[in-house]
């Protein structure tokens, strides 16, 4: 994303800014900017922009944060709460708006995006991750199909990726937890 | 009957912008024994009081209920009100409609509820009130300044010069406080051991200043004008009036170089006799007696022997020989001295955050990770590396040298909400030593914010950067790790939005400041409160900045919260002022609102004399009754001993229980 | 004996089966039972809460009400550690999860199941004595990088456990083992995780940095307790050394595998690759040579 002449604040966004706080768990305004969680933040030399910044373009309620790879990117190492003064957590705050982004069909990341949706395919199907499909999709969404041969390969023949996973007995019970009351609410609206 | 009027005020919008205040003047009539009932836009201006006072005039008014803001603003004010129409000052009471009701309370409807409802408890309760008067006591002028740091210094010395005699407490060995242990001090740079030792030999020489160092409080009891304080001197094991100060005996003790120096942070030893630095005050050793060998090894008189073998000697003992003197006194014991005073200043200073509490930074393990109190140590020239700027890893000079502000300040998360207003400006000073010891050194400062709201503080900050060259980066250091013999900072520069990682050779940490670890003991001693962080509470933050709730008991400098030291010697100064005030009176007026115990109804069983926190109350015998009584110049009012009471007999003036429930009644009944 | 309900997750099934063989081994060496919790699912691990945190706290919710039934629940992978563990807190504040469980016959009660790691429970049994005679093969001289990663200790509100900066269970578990821990910067800073599979460059530089730390420290052996950590440190490292500035290769052991050689377990459960075998009675041998020297 690039933040510029097209991030112009007029007035602060109070529904995104709401929608942001209530799916976090998070009060985005607690933050003061001291740029601790940049500082400490395992990820952000590789991304568009740091954490303070995803908080800051939150503050506005900036429709700008959806376009962010950071979001995407926060690997929840929780490094940031650990020493945020003021007791934030980002990851939380990054993954609340990957799933706004998401709705609203902004997805600046699509591989990250493609990680948690298979494993949670992963998951629904099995009751438990299948690992060789799981990194086979993932080579599909990377494009990157020959790669990792070389340690995958290996492994393979160890036996420690086998064809077919294990499934869990009570897999019809399993996946009613899918559609929680809550997530159903969420689909209500 | 009593004729009660009632009195309800706006308080421009604050009351009336909740509650209806016409319909509770209204209704107020309604209740039982009100003559008159009505309402004022501000009660407590001229105006409004000649309302109050021609209201009570015409219709013969006897009791008074003001429904306003809280009893702690304005119950003098409407005391000498209703006494200019006649009545008696306590025939008065509060109704808190401000504190109480209109700022906590959201709806409209429910406020004005519980507004009358608290109206009619004032009326329920004033009906029953009884006609008071106070006592009158006389003031001893003589004040007890406990702390002998800046702050204490300059009240004791302002006390002095004003003709009163004053004595000052301090429990270390010298007096001189944190501002002695500082090399230069901003926005100045004046050195201060050059500006404050005058002051400390000022204090040690005054006529009207008597010293007593290595002492504590232990126990304040009494009541303005007169306090009865008990101080404990601990045995410093050296006679001071035979000392002449050669300090023969600190460099002779063997232990010397063995026990961390508090005064240098820990960072350079001292002996188990010794004077914590060079220009203390008194210039007397004392023995520390958790590390002395002689007092530490047993009594030979206590050890048992069997016959023919010789008893075991008192190890070491070398100062004692070494005292031409013979000022060395190893009986000495603690010594506990009851004095009266009529005041009390409170200058007990602050404590710096521990480091330790930030693991992010190392937890004090990384040794080239340092706090602002070593550097300013490692930088004046009587301390441990005669300042010389180094790092204590290994000895060198450092190349780059990174500060971080707010440690333990502005940080939630950590337990410390508050800005430490410091250290922003020692930190720049700090950077300013740096580069004028070093020139070729790199400085960093990481901040989140400058604050320098102060006379020449903005200047200066300016100057550490434009002219001595500091960069300033603005983010919060994340951690602090060693990596191949230097310091790996992961930082970032918000301003640019990125992180960063610098290599450095030292980092000074901008540790904020805290109250003593010991500042809620000795609030507790006094009778006092702190606030949340263990700072002394003043009464009013903008209007009584120096007073605390009990009277005659006065605060400065850091122990009420963190300030630098032109800030400290203001508040030493107004303290000061107020003692002054206080003092200038031969004869003070008591509140007459006291416990009394009715000697017929007593049936002396001790409760209120066990749970008194004043020790006021003691146990009398007349004709083979005995009975409890109050000694009404040590009680406080605080209706301990009325609640302990089984039979009823302990009584609070103006808070009886007759008019306790009659309040409860009121609100229950109409 | 004391018994734990045992959550192996689905990387020990596969990938990390020589974490959970020589985790077995290793609790049976001290006396702790391990019971594996029946019909286990997926703990949702650091991605099923990224979509839905509702759904997740219900997935990862089921097995602790599957674990009830046997005790307190030990999961040797910080993911799963972790999120069991932030399950059963949300489970503790929000009925609406625990209704969605009840309605598929899996009533939770809070506070019925305590989640920790197998770091917590060995170290736990180490305080209590319980390794006291039974180092009889002891790691002399092995120089161990211990490598918590991020989930075992972070956030401290949640994981509960030892000094979030500077953790030192794992080095004390080692020291016990007869090896010499290392002191070292890395030690909680992040592999990447799953991200190895979205952003290999990022993901690369990341392990670099922590491997190099442990190279700088002068270790043997980085002992790791997360099937994904280890897989991430041990995965490229030929390759970081060309493209990435990695100083040197480094073994990458599960600490269980450590403490089960220095218990003397069965070498097919510990399953511990050859050379890092080698190095270790390379050591041993080094300390006895010292040893007749002095």
Redesign the interface.
């Known amino acids: 994303m690039v933040l510029g002449a097209t991030a112009r604040f007029k007035s602060i966004d109070v529904d995104l800014k709401k929608e942001i706080d209530r799916l976090s768990g998070q009060k985005v305004d607690m933050c003061y900017l001291c740029g601790k969680c940049t500082a400490g933040c395992p990820v952000a030399p590789y991304q568009d922009i740091p954490p303070h910044i995803v908080l800051r373009l939150a503050q506005w309620g900036s429709s700008k944060v959806l376009e962010s790879k950071m979001i995407w990117n926060c690997v929840a190492c929780a490094t940031c709460y650990t020493r945020c003064p003021n007791d934030v957590d980002v990851a939380k705050v990054c993954e609340a708006i990957t799933q706004i982004a998401k709705r609203e069909g902004i997805v600046a990341d699509p591989v990250a995006s493609a990680l948690r949706e298979k494993f949670v395919e992963s998951v629904k199907n099995n009751g438990r991750v299948h690992e060789l499909p799981l990194a086979m999709a993932m080579k599909v969404a990377t494009k990157d199909y020959l790669g990792d041969l070389d340690v995958g390969i290996p492994m393979f023949f160890q036996g420690k990726f086998p064809l077919f996973g294990h499934q869990i007995k009570d897999l019809n019970n399993f996946q009613k937890l899918f559609n929680s009351k809550k997530a159903k609410k969420e689909g209500d609206k | 009957m009593s004729r009660v009027g009632v009195f309800i005020c706006h308080c421009g919008a604050n009351i009336a912008g909740k509650v209806d205040v016409a319909k509770v003047s209204d209704d107020a009539i309604n209740i039982p024994g009100v003559v008159y009932s009505s309402h004022q836009k501000y009660s407590c201006s001229e105006a409004g009081q000649k309302v109050i006072i021609d209201a009570i005039k015409e219709n013969h008014i006897d009791k008074v209920v003001i429904g306003s803001c809280s009893p702690k603003m304005h119950e003098n004010t409407f005391r000498k009100t209703i006494e200019q129409a006649g009545l008696n000052p306590y025939m008065l009471e509060i109704a808190n409609l401000r504190e109480h009701v209109s700022w906590v309370t959201a709806d409209k409807d429910s406020a004005t509820r519980k507004a009358f409802d608290l109206v009619k408890a004032a009326v329920g309760k004033v009906s029953f009130a009884k006609p008071l008067t106070p006592g009158q006591v006389t003031v001893e002028k003589r004040a007890l300044v406990i702390g002998g740091g800046i702050a204490g210094i300059q009240a004791a010395l302002d006390i002095a010069n004003m003709g009163y005699e004053v004595v000052m407490v301090e429990k270390e060995p010298s007096i001189g406080g944190r501002m002695a242990q500082l090399d230069k001090t901003f926005p100045t740079l004046d050195c201060s051991a050059c500006i404050l030792s005058p002051r400390m030999v000022d204090v040690a020489q005054h006529p009207n200043i008597r010293l007593l160092t290595y002492s504590e409080v232990e126990n304040v009891n009494g009541y303005v004008g007169n306090f009865n304080v008990t101080i404990r001197k601990k045995a410093k094991f050296v006679d001071e009036s035979i000392c002449t100060g050669c300090l023969e005996c600190v460099t002779k003790c063997p232990l010397k170089k063995k026990i961390p120096n508090e005064f240098e942070n820990g960072k350079a030893p001292r002996g188990a006799i010794y004077v914590p630095f060079a220009q203390a005050v008194p210039k007397v050793p004392v023995i520390d007696k958790e590390h002395c060998q002689w007092l530490l090894s047993p009594d030979p008189d206590t050890i048992e022997v069997a016959e023919g073998e010789k008893k075991p000697k008192r190890k070491c003992g070398v100062c004692q020989k070494k005292c031409e003197q013979g000022a060395i006194n190893f009986e000495m014991e603690d010594e506990l001295i009851n004095e009266k005073f009529g005041a009390i200043v409170l200058a007990t200073g602050f404590n710096l955050f521990d480091q330790k509490k930030y ?2 930074y190392g ?1 004090g ?1 990384i040794p080239d990770v340092i706090t602002g109190l070593d550097f300013e140590r490692m930088v004046n020239s009587s301390g441990p590396t005669e300042g010389k700027i180094v790092r204590p890893s290994n000895g060198e000079k450092p190349k780059k040298v990174a500060f971080i502000q ?1 440690v333990g300040s ?5 337990g410390v909400p508050y800005c430490s207003r410091i250290c922003c400006m020692y930190t720049a000073k700090q950077a300013i030593l740096v580069r004028e010891k070093l020139p070729d050194a790199e400085v960093y400062v990481f901040y ?1 914010d400058i604050r320098a709201a102060g006379k020449g503080y903005e200047e200066f900050v300016l100057r550490a950067q434009r002219e001595y060259g500091a960069n300033y980066v ?6 602090i ?4 013999g230097h310091l ?1 900072l ?5 301003i640019l ?4 990682e610098m290599e450095a050779d030292m980092v000074i940490l901008a540790t904020g400041s805290i109250a003593r670890e010991d500042s809620v003991a000795l609030a507790n001693t006094i009778g006092i409160t702190t606030d949340a962080y263990g700072f002394i509470s003043e009464v009013h933050p903008k209007l009584k900045p120096v007073e605390v709730p009990r009277e005659g008991v006065f605060a400065c400098g850091a122990a009420l919260s963190p300030r630098d030291i032109p800030d400290t010697v203001a508040t030493a100064g107004a303290v000061a002022a107020k003692v002054g005030v206080l003092f200038s009176n031969d004869i003070l007026m008591s509140d007459p609102m006291v416990a009394n115990i009715d000697p017929m109804i007593c049936v002396a069983c001790g409760a209120c004399v066990e749970v008194c926190p004043y020790s006021a109350i003691t146990m009398e015998e007349f004709r083979g009754k005995k009975f409890a009584k109050v000694n009404e110049a040590m009680c406080q009012g605080c209706g301990t001993c009325s609640a302990a009471c089984r039979p009823g007999a302990a009584q609070l003036r103006g808070q009886t229980d007759e008019q306790i429930l009659k309040s409860i009644e009121a609100v229950l009944q109409w | 004996m004391q018994t734990y309900a045992y959550f192996p997750g689905c990387s020990l099934e596969t990938s990390a089966k020589e974490y959970d063989t020589s985790t077995r081994a290793v609790f049976d060496k001290l006396g702790i039972g391990l019971k594996e919790v029946p019909d286990w699912s997926c703990c949702g691990s650091s991605q099923a809460h990224k979509v839905d945190r509702d759904m997740a706290a219900a997935i990862a919710g089921r097995n602790l009400v599957l674990a009830s039934e046997i005790g307190d629940i030990v999961a040797p992978c910080a993911s799963c550690f972790m999120s069991l563990k932030e399950a059963a807190v949300e489970l503790e504040h929000d009925s609406e999860i625990r209704d969605t469980l009840k309605e598929n016959g899996l009533e939770y009660l809070p506070g019925s199941v305590r989640v920790i790691s197998t770091v917590e429970a060995a170290h736990n049994a180490l305080e209590k004595g319980m390794f006291e005679g039974k180092i009889t093969k002891p790691l002399k001289n092995l120089k161990v990088a211990s490598y918590y990663g991020c989930l075992l200790v972070r956030p401290p509100k949640i994981a509960q456990f030892d000094d979030v900066e500077n953790p030192m269970s794992m080095d004390r578990l080692m020291e016990a083992a007869g090896a010499t821990p290392v002191k070292w910067s890395h030690k909680t800073e992040c592999c990447g995780n799953a991200y190895i599979m979205v952003d290999k460059d990022m993901t690369l530089n990341l392990v670099r940095n922590i491997l190099n730390a442990a190279v700088s420290a002068g270790a043997d052996v980085v002992a790791a307790a997360c099937p994904l950590c280890h897989m991430n440190l041990v995965m490229r490292q030929p390759y970081m050394m060309q493209k990435y500035g990695l100083k040197s290769e480094i073994p990458i052991v599960y600490f269980s595998q450590l403490l089960g050689t220095a218990l003397n377990a069965d070498e097919q459960d510990l399953d511990i690759d050859g050379e890092v075998m080698r190095l270790i009675n390379k050591r041993r041998q080094e300390a006895n040579e010292v040893k007749e020297v002095g």
Do not use: F, I, N, W
């Open positions: 693991g992010e937890a393990e707010c502005r940080d939630e998360a950590k989140m603005r983010g919060r250091v994340s951690r790790y060693e990596q191949d790996v992961k930082a970032a520069d918000t939005g990125m992180p960063l």
